[in-house]
T-cell receptor, first 117, second 114 residues
Framework: GAVVSQHPSWVICKSGTSVKIECRSL??????MFWYRQFPKQSLMLMAT?????????EQGVEKDKFLINHASLTLSTLTVTSAHPEDSSFYIC?????????????FGPGTRLTVL | AQSVTQLGSHVSVSEGALVLLRCNYS??????LFWYVQYPNQGLQLLLK??????LVKGINGFEAEFKKSETSFHLTKPSAHMSDAAEYFC????????????FGTGTRLQVTL
């Protein structure tokens, strides 16, 4: 149980285009999802907290107009990187917190590698 | 504010040897502590967590960790390393409670040699 999926797993796009990444909790409902960014050989940096039915809360330094987050249902959150540039190339990982019996644990997706040319 | 410090960005052990990955935390409130493992190009998998119950926590794949408040530590151990344990390990902390954001350490890469 507690499986989180991400789609796509890998995406290459041209500079200036927008890319949408989906994060789904497959076997549980998640009121809260988190989006992280990870640069090569570095730790995870929290970008934003996504709550179902409300606006996301962004961490300091994260551009909310560039990284659009939508959490439209209890099993789906999306991250859209708008007008992507090469510096946005990174590994993006989402996590979800169950509304059920284990609300203290984040379950992570497999990540999406974004390469902007 | 909460933080974790992982001592040693890279640890190398022989197969069959003891694995010890160090994590110290700082928290002004009772913490929940976690260890995650990450294999190349993958997301994070939960190894174990401390949520104020037993101080010795057993996780998957033979790993365990002990919460020591007096030392503000939560070190990860495994009695006998296996080649498949080679990966990146992250210690993380959040506030004791629900759905609060995790703060990660910088990670420790475990190498297992023959």
């Amino acid at each position: 149980g507690a499986v989180v999926s991400q789609h796509p797993s890998w995406v290459i796009c041209k500079s200036g285009t927008s890319v949408k990444i989906e994060c789904r909790s497959l076997d549980f409902q998640a009121t809260t999802m988190f989006w992280y960014r990870q640069f090569p050989k570095q730790s995870l940096m929290l970008m934003a907290t996504s709550n179902e039915g409300s606006k996301a809360t962004y961490e300091q330094g994260v551009e909310k107009d560039k990284f659009l987050i939508n959490h439209a249902s209890l099993t789906l959150s999306t991250l859209t990187v708008t007008s992507a540039h090469p510096e946005d190339s990174s590994f993006y990982i989402c996590s979800a917190v169950s509304t059920g019996t284990r609300p203290d644990t984040q379950y992570f997706g497999p990540g999406t590698r974004l390469t902007v040319l | 504010a909460q933080s974790v410090t992982q001592l040693g960005s890279h640890v190398s052990v022989s197969e069959g040897a003891l694995v010890l990955l160090r994590c110290n935390y700082s928290s002004s409130v009772p913490p929940y502590l976690f260890w995650y493992v990450q294999y190349p190009n993958q997301g994070l998998q939960l190894l174990l967590k401390y949520t104020s119950a037993a101080t010795l926590v057993k996780g998957i794949n033979g790993f365990e960790a002990e919460f020591k408040k007096s030392e503000t530590s939560f070190h990860l151990t495994k009695p006998s390393a296996h080649m498949s344990d080679a990966a990146e390990y992250f210690c993380a902390v959040n506030k004791a409670g629900t759905a609060s954001k995790l703060t990660f350490g910088t990670g420790t890469r475990l190498q297992v040699t023959l």
